[in-house]
């Protein structure tokens, strides 16, 4: 897909990973929907993009409710007159082991609560908005491409059995979705990155930092321009489709 005057939707892009791609993508002339619950944040990432040169407009808007999710897409399309991509990136974390044991007593376990959110945002998201995306995507009738942001955790991860599930089941839907939706011009691909620099990571303590970049073969984080161009890259090969690629420094959990 040529990136010119295209029109791609990016949710969670106020900051960190979606701000990033929003940028990359802006450089090479696309047209940028953000999508985030921090108008303040996604005011300075709109301005950002627009000084690209590019349209790009911000919308408020939670991706684990339904209503929301129908009426944003539907209100891009008609913002810009077109529906040509969707980078589903908004997550969140509740890290929590699932029993938590001290001489031989439970004394805590994952709440539910914690469990269902991480589901609600990180899963039913992605679901929620790539029906809405590839249905205006298909009433467009011009194609489209889908990137949903999955990560290293999918295989498994300490302490994240939420994190790790919701994960896991966005690469397995990037396969369903990429052969369901071949025949209407529609690619879908997915990106687990590894431990990357942005919020989430600025709150963990120094010391376990260390101890996790100690796995990583690089002995770095990544940086959220780097898993920006493994989502251009998606969207501007246009065989790519069904398949998640990893950018995680060579680390394996």
Excluded at 62 to 81: C, K, L, Q, Y
Excluded at 213 to 225: I, M
Excluded at 231 to 236: G, L, S, T, V
Aim: glycine residues 10%; contains cysteine.
């Amino acid at each position: 897909m040529k990136l010119t005057e295209k029109t791609i939707a990016i949710t969670g892009g106020a900051r960190g990973i979606g701000r990033a791609i929003a940028l990359a993508l802006g450089r090479q002339g696309a047209d940028l929907a953000l999508i985030d619950l921090d108008p303040e944040a996604l005011a300075t990432a709109v301005a950002e993009c627009a000084a690209l040169g590019v349209r790009a407009r911000a919308y408020t808007a939670n991706v684990a409710d339904e209503a929301s999710v129908e009426a944003v897409m539907a209100r891009i399309a008609e913002d810009f007159g077109r529906f040509d991509g969707l980078i589903n990136n908004a997550g969140i974390t509740r890290d929590g082991m699932l029993l938590k044991v001290r001489d031989g007593q439970v004394v805590d376990r994952l709440s539910l609560s914690a469990w269902q959110a991480v589901l609600d945002v990180n899963l039913t998201g992605v679901f929620l908005c790539t029906r809405a995306g590839a249905e205006q995507m298909i009433r467009a009738g011009q194609g489209g491409v889908i990137v949903n942001l999955s990560s290293v955790s999918r295989a498994g991860n300490l302490g994240q059995s939420n994190y790790s599930a919701a994960k896991a089941g966005v690469v397995a839907l990037t396969t369903v979705w990429a052969r369901e939706l071949a025949r209407h011009g529609i690619r879908v691909g997915a990106i687990a990155p590894g431990f990357t620099a942005t919020d989430i990571l600025h709150t963990i303590p120094a010391e376990t930092m260390d101890k996790l970049l100690s796995a990583v073969p690089l002995r770095r984080t990544g940086q959220p321009e780097e898993i920006a161009q493994a989502a251009q890259f998606i969207f501007e090969n246009d065989y790519f489709t069904g398949r998640c690629i990893e950018v995680d420094g060579g680390i394996r959990l």
